[in-house]
């Protein structure tokens, strides 16, 4: 059962124009396969030629929509996305991959496509059943009615203890031609993607061939969703497509075969863009998050060790609850950074809350200064920086704070 | 400042019986480091003879007294031990160097020993400065005072958020005479030790070289304190000393210089189970604690593998919450199996709450009970098993519940 949690503090105050993308139509609706009076089913539509790209947890148990997913993405060719909230359809076994067979099934005579080009994803709760048979009676009346604006009702439709939809959307120019770029995604708990997010999905009109895309996709990934954490939790069903139409080549866009093709440089920008921005979101909307928490590690050995670092920061149950009880508690941040496994020299280490320098050359800042560190405590946005002293590797990773919320809400989620 | 926490419900009932082990003398008092209204410092005594041997936090960022504590080690031999609580002096670059110099120095002259001849550690707050000089007051009035039978005083004094002092004790036969083992430890947060943990002090009055102790102690603590977690938060003061002082020698027992010695077959049960006793009391006052949790993972292609997915379930936030909130939710033991990054089979899982089994070959178990499991889940302490179904690698850890309470206690330790 989906708590029922306050909009969080940190959601946008606004929602982006979303103008439909050509080639893309979406449409929600009620199955019923487990909440009541919302919409649980969103259905996208995607024109003849669309091409697909994915990537998906790194887990060792996926559910059964990401082997379904897995398998299809070999022909880089999409009609229609299916996905559902409520039910994971995750550790469910033959009965899991017979209810995606069926899904796909249904979904298909509806969209008058085949099976095969039917992607699908599903979030909800683990180990339980899906009754497929339920998208029966709802597939054909979304197919009739599907509309290119349905932006934020498909996005409500996949939302389980999400606060607010996450949208995201931005323009590029491929050889002169404007292209759109829109995406949606969900989250909440259960977030360290180690290879996409909980469930993201994007769209977009450029003329853009699978591989190209796929390439794009998964480099991407490493600087947006796979540099959030919620709760250090890594989901069965991590999930993110990105779906070309192709449209705008009938507007003059051209059509772009490889990913290193300099046409690109602008539509690579905005795909990081909406990517990221969606992956702000998705921490924004943490379970009981209240302080949205960027951690900046440089001086570094390397990339990978600064990620490494930020990520054990990020991910400490000790750092999350000092920035909850808004104390600027740097030795935690210390303890984090010795515990990552990475070289770090106690002597060279310098870590700031916000712009205030807390900790220099091994020990406490000689000008510190504990109201103006407090100060940075108490905004809703905060940024942790630590300075290795070693080498060039940065990174930077984005959280929220650990809350009694959170423990509230995943204390009788299922029941 | 300490939290102040009730009695843990999963304190032990009763303390053991403590008798004086020949050959060491505690004292404790009030230094005024950082508390009020309580003991602070805790001083043990080691007559001449005494070995010593030595496991340390692994973290790239170790406080001062484990700086200095390695190097000590070396001799293998010991004479005095000081503990301090509410300071941890870690990331206090050289005045953290000098304040350990500065304590051994008053130490030393108290115990009437050679500075190098103390062992010292200490835990509180991490980054402040230490001032050493307090324990110059003091630590003559407790080398005056030391009596063998003060365990449990010296164990509260080095209390930090623990509600509970933690004491064991264990007797051994060596060549014909026995000797004991008995020890103190304090834990409550900044639990997952990756070597040792907190702190814990461990004696014994067997005869036993110091190369054979360290051999030992460096192998128990893989069953007993590396096999714990609180919070996953590594600490940078984690210590965990053994001292010999040899005294069951004038009641016969044989001097032992080798840990592959036959006669040591008693003595390490006796060490393990007191080892063990004592991690098992640092989680059940882990910090909010309210259910103890051992986590067994069978069937695994190794026992590195089933340690590493035994921690994954025990460190998962999503689990700990579900334990908390009594919800027998095996789908997020599932996930935490999952992102483990060993090798699973979700069609050869079983999982198992205490005796009930929740799922069997990749789905729920179809003879599973829910009102059986809830009932489980009711009880203080709770087992999980899960059963890989791939090989013969075994491994258990123990953990507590992440409750509103922890989030409580850290979210105002510091200020």
Redesign the interface.
Known sequence: MAHDAPLSPLAPKTFPDMPAIEGVRFASGEAGVRYRGRTDVMMALLDKGTTVAGVF??????SAPVDWCRSKLKSGKARALLVNSGN?N???????ADAVKLAAKIAARAAGVKEHEIFMASTG?????LDASKFDAVLDALAADARGEAWLDAARAIMTTDTFPKVATATADIGGSQVRISGIAKGA??I?P?MATMLSFVFTDAPISAPALQSMLSKSVQGSFNAITV??????SDTLLLFATGAAAARGAPRIAAANDRRLASFKRALEAVLLDLAHQVVRDGEGARKFVGVEVTGADSAKAAKRIALSIA????VK??V??E?A????V???????????E??K?AIWFGDVRV?H????DPNYDEAAASAVMKRPEIDIRVDLGLGAGAAKVWTCD???E???I??????
């Open positions: 947890t790194k887990s060792r148990c996926p994971a995750a550790f469910t076994g033959k009965v899991g709760v683990i180990g339980e059943p708990g259960m360290a180690d709760d250090s939790d890594t989901s069965t991910n400490s149950p000790l609850t000092a909850a009880g104390d508690n740097w030795g935690r210390v303890m984090a950074v010795g515990k990552a496994g990475e070289r770090a106690r002597d280490l900790a050359k091994g020990l406490r650990l809350t009694k959170y423990v509230a995943n204390g009788d989620y299922r029941s």
